[in-house]
């Protein structure tokens, strides 16, 4: 069967688990001679230097398709589209705007296809981002994780799934109207424990890690309007105070210093930034192999 990773659920715990212990280790040309057609409807830094980086450090290529290049749905039917990469690609990533895009894509394929980001969710900086709290603080389970902003937003519920499924708490402090997707927490709150509050101090309590996002995600539009809804969700000093003494901070990355995060936050002794954005490459490596080669794991 083939396997897709179009939400961070398409993998167990124990399979995320697998996927970590792989990251960093996976040093060998292991997807020599294999492609991966990268499809972007959006801009991209990290998605795009990590996959295209991991396809050549395992012996593979990366191919860019940009915005541009396909017009899915424009030039050419999702479905079109992914029988015709499928017959030439090993694998295919997209980040996209309409969920249901990658889903469709999946439907239509006949190679693994990875979410590269959809409005709904980010499954692989899910991963990367508890990867990361992994290294740091040498467990998941217990764990206090707070997202504070728009909680409407694809990071905030891959994380969201990812960390109860991992056995954290998962917190989200946002303003009324921009709390997570009803069936993702209904989901996660299956997995385990989800805090929804409008206080963002409440969010942030004894929390070991507190993460944020931009609030103006791609094609989102009244960044003015925006702006103003989001203004007591930013993660200062001040609110960094309520989390316990060794909480790290965290975000994905593009990040809008003044608004989402101060810069003596982002860029102060309690960031761990960078290390997430590197993480990228090291367990989207485990992952590709883990979606290609399960017997390599
Ligand atoms: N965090 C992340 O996905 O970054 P890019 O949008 O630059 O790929
Ligand atoms: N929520 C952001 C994430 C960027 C990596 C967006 O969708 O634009």
Known sequence: MIKHFLSITDLTAKEIWQVFALAKRQSKPVLKGKSLAMIFEKPSLRTRLSFEIAMTQLGGHGVYLGPSD???????????????????????????????????????????VINGLSDLEHPCQALADLFTIWEIKAKIK????????????????????????LGATFACGSPKGFWMNKQIVAQAKKF???????????????????????????????????????????????LMKYAKKDAIFMH????????EVTADVIDGPQSVVF??????????KALLVHLLSPDML
């Open 70 to 112: 396909i017009g899915l749905e424009k030039r050419e039917s999702v479905g079109d589209v992914a029988r015709v990469t499928s017959s030439m690609a090993d694998m295919i990533m997209a980040r996209v705007f309409k969920h249901e895009t990658v889903e469709k894509l999946a439907e239509y394929a006949t190679v693994p």
């Open 142 to 165: 217990g764990l206090k994780i707070a997202f504070v902003g728009d909680g409407e937003n694809n990071v905030a519920h891959s994380l969201c799934l990812g960390a109860t499924m």
């Open 192 to 238: 385990g424990k989800v805090i929804e509050t409008v206080d963002p101090k409440e969010a942030a309590a004894d929390a070991d890690i507190v993460v944020t996002d931009t609030w103006i995600s791609m094609g989102d539009t009244d960044k003015e309007k925006r702006i103003k809804i989001f203004k007591k969700y930013q993660v200062n000093q001040k």
């Open 252 to 259: 994905c990355l593009p990040a809008h210093r003044g608004e």
């Open 275 to 284: 290390q997430e954005a590197e993480n990228r490459l090291h367990v989207q």
